[in-house]
């Protein structure tokens, strides 16, 4: 089992704002060209079966995000040139809602998918929502911004999450 205590501190410290790189540069404009906000949504979901501590889900998600600063961070535009701005995650929520019971399970997310569109200009760039399905049964969806994201990141982003969760529920 991986420890809270075994894993690295990967935050680093980020001159504030930063310019884009050229490939986020692209999709922001692309983004904002279409007026598309829900364009580069990354959505993850797991189904959780068995009991679950949301309290502890709720500050690892926290903890987890505080190492990845950009997950936080919104985009602003100035003389044309967009630039990324990070904060702190003190206002982070993980989201908890009863998923409904007479509409497909893949309905629904799409639906909340499309309604929660990340903003770039506001942030931050990551949502967090919790599906309640029954006592024991949850569904987790992380929404990230693709401009912040990739399968290589998000990777990197579950196992500190497991980490996390596991080194504070025991």
């Known amino acids: 089992k991986p420890s ?4 690295p ?11 884009l790189s050229s490939i986020q540069k692209h999709m922001w404009f692309h983004q904002m060209l279409h007026k598309q906000p829900q364009m ?3 959505p993850v979901t797991f189904l959780i079966d ?15 995000i505080a190492q990845f600063p950009i997950l936080s961070s919104h985009i602003t535009v100035d003389k044309g040139i ?12 993980l989201v908890q809602a009863r998923l409904p019971e007479n509409l497909p399970t ?11 569109a990340i903003q770039c200009q506001t942030g931050p760039m990551q949502h967090c929502a919790l599906f309640s ?5 949850h569904l987790l969806l992380l929404l990230f911004h693709h401009i912040v994201c990739d399968a290589w990141t998000v990777d ?13 529920a025991t």
Do not use: W
Request: proline fraction near 5%; glycine fraction near 2%.
């Open 9 to 19: 501190d990967i935050h680093m410290d980020y001159p504030n704002p930063i310019a």
């Open 82 to 93: 967009p630039r990324q701005h990070y904060h702190d995650n003190d206002n982070f929520i």
């Open 40 to 42: 580069y949504q990354y």
């Open 133 to 137: 399905i029954a006592e024991h049964k």
């Open 50 to 64: 068995g009991p679950l501590d949301k309290n502890h889900l709720q500050n690892s998600l926290q903890d987890t």
């Open 106 to 116: 893949d309905q629904v997310l799409q639906h909340y998918i499309q309604t929660h």
């Open 4 to 7: 809270c205590n075994t894993s």
């Open 156 to 168: 990197v982003f579950l196992r500190y999450l497991s980490q996390m969760y596991e080194g504070k």
